[in-house]
C-alpha cells in the first residue's frame, strides 16, 4: 500500500509538474506574443499626455503590450490625424481628439464602435465599472447615435479663476461698496464680472491691497486669439446669456447666431476687453494661464488642466491666493465641456490592444495615480477619494463636469469653427461690429450646413 501510494504521489507530482510547465510556456508564449505588440498612440502635447506616459510602463509590465506615444500640439493633432484617416495611412492604433470631432469621424467610418469590446468579458476587466464614468463625460465624448465609439479624455471644463485674496482684502472690498454699492464677492452675473474687472485694472504705481504696483495690472485675461480658443471662450458667454448656435439643442434645429441673446452677448464680450490684459487678443489658454501666473490679473474663465501651473510656486506668483466658481450667467449655470475622446481608428492594425491601452488609463487605479500626477478623472469615485477631493480645484471642477455644455459634434463643426473664429476675432480687435459679425457667421454657417 506504501509502495502504491508513494507511485501515485509520483505520478501526480509529475502530471501536475507537466501541466505548470505546460501552462507557463503558454502563459509565457502569450507574454512573447503580446510583448511584440506596440500600439502608436498620437494625442495633444500636454501636461496630462506626459503624466499618462510616466505609468505607461505599468501597463506593459500588466499585459506586455508597448505603447508608443506621438505628442503633437493641438492644431497639429487634428490636422495630422485627419490627413492619416483620409490618406488610409493607418499609422495609429490608437488616438486621442477633441470630442467635437466625433459626429464627422464615425460619419466618415474613420472610428470603430467600442460596443462588441464593452460586451466582451475576455477584454473588459471584472472590475471595470463603466457606471462610475461621469454619464454627462462619457455621453458628450463617445456616445454618436447610439453607439459609444471611445472614452473620455484629457476631461477638461471651463469656470472661472479669481484672485481670492484680492477678493477677500478689507481695503478693497470697502472700496468696491463704496463705488459700486454692493459686497466685493465670487461674481454671479456677467455684470458682476464686468464690475469687477473694471475694479481691479490699475496702472503701474497705483495700490492694489495695500501695497504699490511695480506692474500695469488687469481685471481679465481673455483667450481671444483666432484660434479654437475663442470659438470656445465666447460660446461660453453665449450660453451664460440663454443664446447658442441652434435654437433646438447644440447639434440640431435652426441657427439662430444673430439671436438677440447672442448679440447682447457679442456686446458684452468685446467690452471686457477694455479691463483685459492688452495681448489677450493674441492668447489662447496657454497664455492665459501664464499672465495669471505672473500677477497681472484679477480673473479669468479658463480649462481647468492649466491649473496645476498656477501651484507650482517654482513657476507662479499666485500659488496659494486662487479661488474658483462657475462662470457667471444671466441665463443658467454653464461649463464648457473641453474633453478629448480616446478612439480606435477604424484600421488599427491593434484594435484589441488599443482597447486593452483605454481601459487601463480608466481604471480606478490608473485614474487615481494619473490625477496626482496633475490629470483629471472620468470616474466620480476617483472625484470622490479623499486624496483627491483635498486638491483644489477637484470639487469645481467635478460640479462644472455636471453641468457641462457641448460644443457642436456634427461633421461640419471643423469650417463653422474656423469661420466663428475668423469672424469673432474681427469683433474683438473692432475690425468688425457685434451686428456685422453674427450676421456674417448666421450667412456662413447656413451656407455651410446646407
Not at 11 to 24: A, Q, R, Y
Not at 141 to 153: E, L, Q, R, T, V
Request: hydrophobic share 35%; aromatic share 12%; charged share 25%.
Amino acid at each position: 500500500m506504501k509502495l502504491r501510494s508513494k507511485l501515485l504521489a509520483v505520478s501526480l507530482v509529475s502530471i501536475f509538474t507537466l501541466t505548470s510547465v505546460g501552462c507557463t510556456q503558454q502563459a509565457t508564449e502569450n507574454q512573447n506574443k503580446a510583448s511584440d505588440t506596440t500600439i502608436r498612440f498620437v494625442a495633444e502635447a500636454s501636461g496630462l499626455t506626459d503624466a499618462l506616459e510616466s505609468l505607461v510602463p505599468e501597463f506593459t509590465q500588466k499585459t506586455g503590450i508597448k505603447v508608443e506615444f506621438e505628442k503633437l500640439p493641438y492644431d497639429m493633432v487634428v490636422q495630422k490625424t485627419m490627413l492619416d484617416f483620409t490618406s488610409g495611412t493607418g499609422s495609429y492604433d490608437a488616438v486621442s481628439l477633441p470630442y467635437e470631432y466625433l459626429g464627422r469621424l464615425v460619419d466618415k467610418g474613420y472610428v470603430k464602435s467600442i460596443d462588441e469590446y464593452l460586451n466582451d468579458k475576455t477584454l473588459t476587466p471584472d472590475d471595470f465599472d463603466a457606471k462610475d464614468i461621469i454619464p454627462a463625460m462619457w455621453n458628450g465624448s463617445a456616445n454618436w447615435k447610439g453607439k459609444m465609439y471611445g472614452f473620455p479624455s484629457n476631461p477638461t471644463i471651463t469656470f472661472m479663476w479669481y484672485r481670492k485674496d484680492l477678493l477677500e482684502n478689507s481695503s478693497e472690498k470697502e472700496a468696491f461698496l463704496k463705488r459700486f454699492g454692493y459686497e466685493l464677492s465670487v461674481p454671479k452675473t456677467p455684470q458682476q464680472m464686468k464690475d469687477m474687472a473694471q475694479f481691479f485694472t490699475r496702472k503701474k504705481g497705483e495700490t492694489l491691497a495695500g501695497k504699490a504696483l511695480d506692474h500695469n495690472f488687469y481685471g481679465m485675461s481673455i483667450m481671444a486669439k483666432r484660434h479654437s480658443a475663442l470659438s470656445a471662450d465666447w460660446l461660453s458667454w453665449a450660453w451664460a446669456y440663454g443664446g447658442g448656435i441652434f435654437d433646438k439643442g447644440y447639434e440640431s434645429g435652426k441657427i439662430v447666431m444673430n439671436s438677440d441673446k447672442n448679440m447682447e452677448a457679442l456686446k458684452y464680450y468685446v467690452s471686457l476687453f477694455d479691463y483685459a490684459v492688452p495681448g489677450s487678443v493674441d492668447y489662447t489658454w496657454d497664455e492665459v494661464t501664464t499672465a495669471m501666473q505672473q500677477d497681472l490679473t484679477f480673473a479669468t474663465i479658463n480649462y481647468n488642466d492649466q491649473i496645476p501651473n498656477l501651484l507650482d510656486e517654482s513657476k507662479s506668483k499666485v500659488a496659494g491666493k486662487m479661488g474658483y466658481a462657475l462662470q457667471p450667467a444671466n441665463d443658467r449655470p454653464t461649463a464648457n465641456y473641453g474633453s478629448w475622446t480616446y478612439m480606435i481608428p477604424a484600421n488599427s492594425k491593434h484594435s484589441k490592444e488599443a482597447y486593452q491601452f483605454f481601459t487601463w488609463a480608466l481604471s480606478k487605479e490608473t485614474q487615481k495615480k494619473w490625477t496626482l500626477l496633475g490629470g483629471i478623472p472620468a470616474r466620480e469615485s476617483v472625484f470622490k477619494d479623499p486624496e483627491i477631493s483635498k486638491i483644489e480645484y477637484m470639487p469645481m471642477t467635478l460640479e462644472a463636469l455636471k453641468i457641462s455644455d457641448l460644443r457642436p459634434r456634427i461633421s461640419e463643426w471643423g469650417e463653422m469653427d474656423s469661420a466663428m473664429s475668423e469672424e469673432l476675432h474681427k469683433a474683438v480687435t473692432k475690425q468688425a461690429s457685434p451686428k456685422d459679425t453674427l450676421d456674417k457667421l448666421q450667412a456662413k454657417f447656413e451656407s455651410i450646413i446646407k
